[in-house]
């Protein structure tokens, strides 16, 4: 450890089963080249002398399996190698699952739908990088089904989604994100409406279903579903809810005895429960933390990565030629609800919004829903259950003039005219 390796940087020798684990400074970039051995980032293996970078606040951990060398150069909190990691239990459960997916194969059925849980920062998202990596790496084809409106590893903050996985992970970029399918939820807790966080839950499960009917090989690759950190109440009840809306078979529970005997007891008892212990690794993050990478995600949509830069576009939008939804209607006590509504209804409820100088920052998700079909009293069907098409910024309201300059992806005109409102704001410093 800690011995020169030649253009200024540091030389870790791993053995094998062995981790380095490293964290990137605020404001500084980490340099990672694999010198001899074969290692793995959360399940994506590196290629020999080439140079990864990481960003500010990137927490790493350098897996070997054989044996390895490394070297580091640029500013770390802190670079140790630990001989502790769940890894082979972890290698253990990806084991068995890809036993699953042989049985299906063989006897034509679906391959095994694994629902990831655990408090926050125990290492969820790693394990579906893991699993998912794994799987992709033996030629399956899963799906992730991304339901972690807080930090989600496929689209912008507040959305739901899901994505065929067809190769490893970038190490440093992450999934590559072609044609996920994206629904709009709005916020970054699912509390803040749980009936809408329920509803898409099962919108997905249906059309990862279909999906099955119709291609085999994601039937066989089966599903690995994110999920929040919220275990408790009606966190807990989502977890059960998406447990059956996705007839999963295995639930991986991180860290927590309490929550794996609650689903032991509270599931049928044919899905198999299991117990994982959390890496040592996983970085608690502070709320801060959180609130930055959820802001790097947005970035990242509109301005790319390092390899990739996009040009976002900016232009102009007359409020009459949008219209403009929230969904959920401040919830009003039960007894001045109209006769025969019930508060679910007004959770799920599009409300329309008249914009104002407080939409500015908030970002807005472009809906597929079919623009024609207009119900009674506004209440458009179809647009709950409808995917995104992208996501706009509001950077400036003009009441006067009746327009909103908006940052998009795409130039103008915007692909369709039913825009969502989200709860979360960026604001575009460039
Ligand atoms: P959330 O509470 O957002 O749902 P989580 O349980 O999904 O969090 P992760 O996002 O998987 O947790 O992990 C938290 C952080 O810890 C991430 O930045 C990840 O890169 C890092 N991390 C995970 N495993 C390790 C490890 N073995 N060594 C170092 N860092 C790790």
Redesign the pocket.
């Known amino acids: 450890e800690g011995v020169g390796a030649g253009s200024g940087g540091t030389r870790f020798d791993l053995e094998k089963e062995t981790?380095l684990?490293f964290e990137v400074e605020a404001g500084e970039k980490v340099h990672l080249e694999l010198l001899t051995g074969l290692a793995e980032v959360f399940g994506s293996e590196l290629n020999r002398n080439k140079k990864y970078t990481f960003g500010p606040g990137s927490?790493?951990?350098v897996f070997t399996w054989q044996g390895c060398s490394v070297s580091l150069s640029g500013k770390t909190e802190v670079a140790y190698i630990s001989k502790d990691?769940p890894m082979l239990l972890y290698l253990n459960a990806h084991t068995a699952l890809e036993q699953m997916r042989r049985q299906a194969e063989r006897d034509n059925e679906r391959g095994p739908r694994v629902m990831v849980v655990?408090p926050?920062?125990?290492?969820?998202?790693?394990v579906c990088r893991l699993l998912l990596s794994y799987a992709v790496r033996l030629g399956r084809r899963p799906t992730l089904v991304e339901l972690?409106v807080?930090?989600s590893g496929v689209s912008v903050p507040g959305t739901m989604s899901a994505l065929c996985i067809e190769r490893p992970a970038d190490v440093e970029e992450g999934y590559s994100v072609q044609a996920p399918l994206v629904y709009h939820f709005g916020s970054t807790t699912p509390g803040t409406n749980i009936k809408l966080y329920n509803k898409l839950t099962s919108c997905l499960a249906e059309v990862f279903s279909l999906r099955c009917e119709e291609n085999r090989k994601a039937s066989v690759g089966g599903c690995i579903i994110n999920t929040?950190?919220w275990v408790k109440g009606s966190g807990y009840q989502a977890l059960v809810h998406c447990a059956s809306a996705f007839q999963v078979d295995v639930v991986l529970v991180l860290d927590q005895e309490r929550l794996y005997n609650e689903l032991k007891r509270d599931l049928p008892h044919f899905v198999r429960v299991v117990l994982l212990p959390k890496?040592g690794?996983?970085?608690e993050?502070s709320k801060d933390c959180r609130r930055v990478s959820r802001d790097e995600k947005i970035r990242e949509y509109f301005y790319g990565f390092r390899s990739v830069s996009f040009f976002p576009h900016a232009f102009d939008v007359r409020f009459s030629d949008v219209r403009i939804y929230k969904i959920g209607a401040p919830s009003i006590p039960d007894s001045c609800l109209p006769l025969g509504m019930s508060q679910d209804d007004t959770q799920l409820k599009l409300v329309p919004v008249t914009p104002g100088r407080d939409l500015t920052h908030h970002v807005l998700s472009v809906s597929c829903a079919d623009e024609g079909e207009e119900g009674a009293g506004g209440l458009r069907r179809g647009v709950l259950e409808s995917p995104v098409c992208g996501f706009i910024v509001v950077t400036n309201v003009d009441t006067q003039a009746q327009v909103m300059t908006v940052l998009s992806p795409a130039p103008r005109p915007l692909p369709r005219h039913t825009l969502l409102i989200m709860d979360i704001r960026f604001i575009d410093l460039k």
Do not use: M, P, W
């Not at 926050?120 to 790693?126: A, E, F, L, N, R």
């Open positions: 981790e684990r927490k790493i951990a990691t655990g926050t920062d125990v290492g969820k998202s790693t972690d807080g930090q929040c950190g890496s690794g996983v970085v993050r």
